[in-house]
Structures are given as structure tokens and as C-alpha cells.
């Protein structure tokens, strides 16, 4: 099993542009996350999504949106990417959620740098 | 608002040591406290997971213990290995809060030293 896995792994982007980060999972996982990382912040939720068609705001959702059409894929979109959003970007996933059982994996991350 | 906060910020060993990591929470109302490994420019690694109900959790040389009355939780690791050199990180899912929030420490920088 690859686990979580995320395209593309580095991107550079200039003020305004768009682009798509996309993450997939094969552990047949519910529900899937994507946070941000950043230096001195540690890691804060963007947007998580509880099943196939549905997504919600997480701590820090301003700037992204999310879709989940497929159960195993979750794609976070910057419309206009703006400086503030150069980070780097984990997608996770887990089979519960809010509950003793909720472990989180994690993908290995897209590098993002908005000039 | 729950914060975690992680000390020491780095902490350097020579080989062999066994270490304590230390991870406080402001909120007790959670339902789990997962810690986590970071190699540089990775992604996180899942090491142990510790329900609510749970006061310890073990895997190999690692043990994570949890007081959720006193809001702390240890990651105690045994005989290290510069293997371990990694960032340390610990999070808690809280009762309150969006749903698989989870809430990370800044991290424990370890460097085992041969």
C-alpha cells in the first residue's frame, strides 16, 4: 500500500496564479485533511472533508478550497496565490474521526513557494 | 482555546541515553494525544496513539504516557540511536473545535549523537 501520497511534491508560483495540490489515499479512509506548515506556527487544519461530496473549514481556510468527488482523493485549490501562502502542505487521512481512535497519516508533503 | 507546547525546543544526547520528551496541553477535554516523528523535509510518521482512557501506550524502544487531569503527556525513549535524530511532535484532538482538529506542539528537535 502507498499510504497517503500527494502531487506535486515542489511547486513555484507567482502572485495570482492558481494551481491544484492533490492528494490520495488507498487505506479506504473515511475522512481526509489537509493542514499547512509553517515556521514558528506548527501545523493548523485548512480543510477536512467527513466522506465523498462533502468538505468543511478547518482553523485556517481563507484563501483554499477543497473538493472530494472520490473517496480516496481530496484536492486543496489556491484560486490566487499570494506570498502568505508559501508553505508546506500536508494532506491526511483517518478512518474515524473525533473519537479514542482517530490516528491521522500523513502524506509527505508539497513544498510551496509563491513569489 | 487549546495550545500545546512542547520542551525542550532541541534537546542533543549522546548515544545510548534513554530521554524523556515532554508535551503539556491547556485543555483536558480531548479524545486522543497522537505523537508524531519528523525527518527533515518529510512528512509526519505516526509513532503512538493514546486514547482519552488510556494512561500509557508502547511500541518498541518508545513508551508515551498521558495524565490528561494535569494535561501532560511523555514520550520516553530507550537506549537511543542517531536513528532517532528527528523532530518530535505531539498533537491532541480536543472535544470542542472542528472535527479531527488536531492541535500540534512546535516540535522537539533530538539529535542523537554516535
Known amino acids: 500500500n502507498a499510504g497517503v501520497t500527494q502531487t506535486p511534491k515542489f511547486r513555484v508560483l507567482k502572485t495570482g496564479q492558481s494551481m491544484t495540490l492533490l492528494c490520495a489515499q488507498d487505506m479506504n479512509h473515511e475522512y481526509m485533511y489537509w493542514y499547512r506548515q509553517d515556521p514558528g506556527m506548527g501545523l493548523r487544519l485548512i480543510h477536512y472533508?467527513?466522506?465523498?461530496?462533502?468538505?468543511a473549514k478547518g482553523e485556517v481556510p481563507d484563501g483554499y478550497n477543497v473538493s472530494r468527488l472520490k473517496k480516496q482523493n481530496f484536492l486543496l485549490g489556491l484560486e490566487s496565490a499570494a506570498p502568505s501562502q508559501t508553505s508546506v502542505y500536508f494532506c491526511?487521512?483517518?478512518?474515524?474521526?473525533?473519537?479514542?481512535?482517530?490516528?491521522?497519516?500523513f502524506g509527505p508533503g508539497t513544498r510551496l513557494t509563491v513569489l | 482555546k487549546q495550545e500545546v507546547t512542547q520542551i525542550p525546543a532541541a534537546l542533543s544526547v549522546p548515544e545510548g541515553e534513554n530521554l524523556v520528551l515532554n508535551c503539556s496541553f491547556t485543555?483536558?477535554?480531548?479524545?486522543?494525544l497522537q505523537w508524531f516523528r519528523q525527518d527533515p523535509g518529510k512528512g509526519l510518521t505516526s509513532l503512538l496513539l493514546i486514547q482519552s482512557s488510556q494512561r500509557e501506550q508502547t511500541s518498541g524502544r518508545l513508551n508515551a504516557s498521558l495524565d490528561k487531569s494535569s494535561g501532560r503527556s511523555t514520550l520516553y525513549i530507550a537506549a537511543s540511536q542517531p536513528g532517532d535524530s528527528a523532530t518530535y511532535l505531539c498533537?491532541?484532538?480536543?472535544?470542542?473545535?472542528?472535527?479531527?482538529?488536531?492541535?500540534f506542539g512546535k516540535g522537539t528537535k533530538l539529535s542523537v549523537k554516535p
Open positions: 472533508s467527513v466522506g465523498e461530496g462533502t468538505t
Open positions: 491526511a487521512s483517518s478512518y474515524s474521526i473525533s473519537s479514542s481512535y482517530n490516528e491521522q497519516f
Open positions: 498533537a491532541v484532538e480536543g472535544v470542542g473545535g472542528s472535527q479531527g482538529n488536531l492541535i
Open positions: 485543555d483536558s477535554a480531548i479524545y486522543n
